[in-house]
């Protein structure tokens, strides 16, 4: 069965400096992997994938996220935060599968907050 | 500019008297998903439908049904809505249900009980 794991619930970093949010993840076969942003009252927006290839994944508003394989990990990053990029973030994780449907399994979420 | 719509954003309702919660989609996307979302919590998926045909989730509760009556449209029945059915409820679409595919959500309906 595939999960993943969001370590922190909360991560504080001050505006201009860079941020990283936490994600891990498990599954039997190749992940596809996703990140998500849900800002107050509103739906989860999608922000950027890794599906194969460049390790590196660059995505909106300027965030990227990096693929490690042997750490089985996929931490959110951005070089500059802004407030406006406070919200609660989620990261999620589908088998890759040649068959059946595989739905999106998602983290507990880690709520970004970026003061001025 | 393509979208999903959900509406309304906000809907109250007594308990155990029944609900419907409406999506509507311009990305003429092949699956529609309803996911349920409590307070800051990960959305957990309730059903999906892949063009006509339905997949509910084994641990869905009877209490929630759906309808798509054409590729545009996707409705969120709660026949009896308890107290513990107050939450946000996503609507969500993607092109296919292949496993790489992004889900595009809704600005969801929060739901709260009387």
């Known amino acids: 069965a595939q999960s993943v794991a969001q370590p922190e619930d909360q991560v504080n970093v001050a505006e201009g400096n860079p941020l990283t949010v936490k994600c891990t993840y498990s599954v039997s076969g190749n992940p596809y992997l996703f990140w998500y942003v849900q800002y107050p009252n509103r739906g989860l927006q999608f922000l950027l994938k890794y599906i194969t290839g460049d390790n590196l994944v660059k995505g909106s508003y300027g965030f990227e996220a990096e693929f490690n394989k042997s750490q089985t990990s996929f931490h959110l990053k951005k070089p500059s935060a802004l407030v406006s990029d406070s919200a609660l973030y989620f990261c999620a994780v589908r088998d890759r599968v040649n068959t059946g449907f595989q739905k999106l399994v998602f983290g507990t979420g880690t709520r970004l907050l970026v003061s001025p | 500019d393509a979208m999903v719509i959900q509406n309304p954003r906000y809907q109250v309702t007594q308990f155990g008297k029944p609900v419907t919660l409406s999506c509507s989609q311009t990305?003429?996307?092949?699956?529609m998903y309803w996911y349920q979302q409590k307070s800051s919590q990960a959305p957990k998926l309730l059903f999906h439908?892949?063009?006509?045909?339905?997949?509910n989730e084994a641990d869905t509760p009877d209490n929630f049904q759906s309808r798509r009556p054409n590729t545009s449209f996707c409705f969120l029945d709660i026949r009896s809505p308890g107290l513990g059915d107050a939450a946000m409820y996503l609507c969500a679409t993607s092109l296919t249900q292949g496993a790489n595919q992004p889900q595009h959500f809704g600005d969801g309906t929060r739901l709260s009980i009387l």
């Open positions: 990305l003429n996307h092949n699956v």
């Open positions: 439908y892949y063009d006509k045909d339905f997949n």
